[in-house]
């Protein structure tokens, strides 16, 4: 079983969104996988991908909220950005080996994931269905 099986039930079926949690997916798997054999410098290089993919991903997703004025937008975003802060310091503290990086702080990701896509990218996807976004 994978770190994160991102069943039918986590689409927000708008097709670039549902993508793109797909592929931050996959790529926790990866860091997982890393992170339970120890492999330091993978775990980095996957964290490092994952800084880049949410970036982009956070980007192309508040795009489409404030192009097609979406309501929850600023707090939508500000959760973005306290996430994207919250992980760039866990990475740096890893970087720095001031603390170890371990499968429990991928939980604590994980977590945020879930429940992100549960709360949040679902009130987005309907609202963009309801415009004609798929």
Same mark, same amino acid.
């Given at each position: ?9 986590? !689409? ?27 492999? !330091? ?16 991903? =956070? ?14 937008? =600023?707090?939508? !975003?500000?959760?973005?950005?306290? =996430? ?6 866990? %990475? ?11 499968? %429990? ?13 549960? %709360? ?6 309907? =609202? ?7």
């Amino acid at each position: 079983m994978s770190f994160i099986d991102l069943s039918a039930e986590y !689409k927000v079926y708008v097709r670039s969104i549902d993508y793109e949690h797909k592929v931050i997916a996959e790529l926790l798997n990866s860091i997982h996988e890393a992170t339970l054999k120890a492999d !330091k410098e993978i775990t980095l290089s996957g964290l490092d991908e994952l800084l880049k993919v949410l970036k982009s991903h =956070f980007e192309n997703e508040e795009l489409l909220m404030k192009e097609n004025l979406f309501p929850g937008y =600023f707090s939508h !975003k500000l959760e973005h950005d306290r =996430f994207y802060k919250q992980i760039s310091a866990t %990475i740096e503290k890893f970087e720095k080996e001031e603390t170890a990086f371990s499968p %429990i702080e991928l939980q604590g990701i994980r977590r945020w994931f879930f429940n992100h896509i549960d %709360i949040n990218d679902r009130k987005c996807g309907q =609202f963009l269905s309801d415009k004609g976004i798929s």
